[in-house]
T-cell receptor, first 113, second 115 residues
Framework: DGGITQSPKYLFRKEGQNVTLSCEQNLNHDAMYWYRQDPGQGLRLIYY???????QKGDIAEGYSVSREKKESFPLTVTSAQKNPTAFYLC????????????FGPGTRLTVT | AQSVTQLGSHVSVSEGALVLLRCNYS??????LFWYVQYPNQGLQLLLK??????LVKGINGFEAEFKKSETSFHLTKPSAHMSDAAEYFCAVSDRTYNTDKLIFGTGTRLQVFP
């Protein structure tokens, strides 16, 4: 079955630690995205990548970093510089043009204490 | 720049009643519009989308939406609510300003369905 996987489902970290969230897709999509979801704020774009080895900052990139070394994978690192990292993180992918919808993974809930 | 406004962060209906979730958009170019549904602690699932052509779009689970350019609206409806429709619904517009495929999401509407 084609789809997007995110792991782990739940993640707990201590303040000051970097943490990497995994996102893998086997849909042969060119574009991949990371969103942050907080209650009442909808989805906010962190980073996106339209092609391997290239990515762009979204609306709230500060304190986050990404890489896109393979078409299938787009890991997100939440660094210690992110002031309020506790949130639900969603990864998505698409064929890379506005015409096509984005497909979402199941999400990772990160709690930092 | 494109933007999306969802009127009403919470909507409550009785089972069997009409569901109406409102979405208005702002766009300087012909928009591509989407409705997604999210069940608790899950990702988003596409309900339907409008790109071009027929302005009444039918989606999954009995939902439909009508693109009204004159009203800059893309409201989501379902004639008869089911308990399983309880979820959060997001309207989104493609950011086509710079020829990217970014989506701009509304803040969501949580639908409650009472028996």
């Amino acid at each position: 079955d084609g789809g997007i996987t995110q792991s782990p489902k739940y993640l707990f970290r201590k303040e000051g630690q970097n943490v990497t969230l995994s996102c893998e897709q086997n849909l042969n999509h060119d574009a991949m995205y990371w969103y942050r979801q907080d209650p009442g704020q909808g989805l906010r774009l962190i980073y996106y990548s339209q092609i391997v080895n290239d990515f762009q900052k979204g609306d709230i990139a500060e304190g986050y970093s990404v890489s896109r070394e393979k078409k299938e994978s787009f890991p997100l690192t939440v660094t210690s510089a992110q002031k309020n990292p506790t949130a639900f993180y969603l990864c998505a992918s698409s064929y890379g043009t506005a015409y096509y919808e984005q497909y979402f993974g199941p999400g990772t809930r990160l709690t930092v204490t | 720049a494109q933007s999306v406004t969802q009127l009403g962060s919470h909507v409550s209906v009785s089972e069997g009643a009409l569901v109406l979730l409102r979405c208005n958009y702002s766009s300087s170019v012909p928009p591509y519009l989407f409705w997604y549904v999210q069940y608790p602690n899950q990702g988003l699932q596409l309900l339907l989308k409008y790109t071009t052509g027929a302005t009444l779009v039918k989606g999954i689970n009995g939902f439909e939406a009508e693109f009204k350019k004159s009203e800059t609206s893309f409201h989501l409806t379902k004639p008869s609510a089911h308990m399983s429709d309880a979820a959060e619904y997001f309207c989104a517009v493609s950011d086509r300003t710079y020829n990217t495929d970014k989506l701009i999401f509304g803040t969501g509407t949580r639908l409650q369905v009472f028996p």
